[in-house]
């Protein structure tokens, strides 16, 4: 993580724009808080990934907070290429200034580029490959991959700089950790999945209970402990170990992947700053 900070502190100078590349699903807790300080006042394109995966009204209000703050903003489902075509016509929107400055001193055709930055397992790989329109950046569900950067050039006169994905020292507050271990952005080996199953039953309790009932057929109720849930949850499917327990490790693993690959539908754990905020634990 140190090796990547100074990469990036001695790259930023060379770029003429940022894009930092979101989950749509944690917009808050996946943007590492170091950025700001690590790439300046820079010019930002903010890209709200996953956003095929994302409760779409909430979106729209991130959408909006982020511009609020003077940032461009594109929202993407980077897999199957929703959205990417329009990534370098917002960059050129980003420094409509620069860029006019450029061809007024006579610098026409001057290569744009771009610093792509963004968490481990964001989808910053799959991103660069679709505005690339061909395979240059390895993907993965593993957080990780990406090790060292690495200059792209696309047909358009853009060149985009890939960053390795870096994570902060210490998150600020437990939910942080939760909705990094939830989304994949952190190994599952670093929180204890049942645990961290437990909590995102509640999660979705508060959030969207009907989910709960469409997929793991039971309704859950306000008595229930997270532990409870889960345990209600592994029963309905079955999984069962010898003297009739219930299985948790299993149904905490099956409760992790489907809705890191989106079989509950769109859900967004977060909303924007300014609004009430519905959260409960354990």
């Keep these: 993580m140190t090796k990547a900070r ?13 894009c930092e590349i979101i989950d749509a699903r944690i917009p808050l807790s996946s943007r590492n808080p170091d950025v700001d300080e690590l790439v300046g006042g820079k010019p930002r394109l903010i890209i709200l990934n996953r956003i095929d995966q994302a409760d779409p009204g909430l979106s729209k209000r991130w959408s909006a907070y982020f511009r609020a ?3 461009a903003v594109l929202e993407t489902d980077a897999k199957r290429g929703r959205g990417t075509g329009g990534f ?31 968490i481990p397992n964001v989808g910053k790989s799959s991103f660069i490959n679709r505005v690339a329109r061909r395979k240059v950046a390895e993907t993965s569900d593993r957080p990780g991959v990406t090790r060292g950067k690495q200059w792209i050039t696309l047909e358009n006169g853009f060149e985009l700089l890939d960053t390795p994905g870096i994570l902060w020292p210490r998150f600020d507050s437990q939910e942080v950790g939760e909705n990094l271990a939830i989304t994949g952005a952190v190994k599952d080996e670093v929180l204890d999945r049942e645990t961290l199953a437990a909590n995102l039953m509640v999660r979705l309790r508060a959030h969207c209970p009907e989910k709960v009932l469409e997929r793991y057929k039971f309704e859950p109720t306000e008595e229930m402990t997270g532990f409870d849930m889960l345990e209600t949850a592994a029963r309905k499917r079955g999984f069962l170990i010898s003297g009739g327990e219930c299985d948790l490790e299993r149904m905490a693993a099956v409760l992790l992947d489907e809705f890191r690959g989106g079989k509950l539908g769109r859900i967004t754990l977060e909303a924007p700053p300014e609004e009430p905020s519905n959260e409960e634990g354990v």
């Design 6 to 18: 100074r990469m990036i502190t001695s790259q930023v100078k060379l770029v003429d724009a940022v």
């Design 69 to 71: 703050q003077g940032h």
């Design 88 to 118: 370098t016509a917002a960059v050129r929107g980003l420094l409509k200034e620069k860029i006019a400055a450029w061809e007024a001193k006579g610098q026409v055709g001057r290569p744009i580029r771009t610093m792509i930055i963004g």
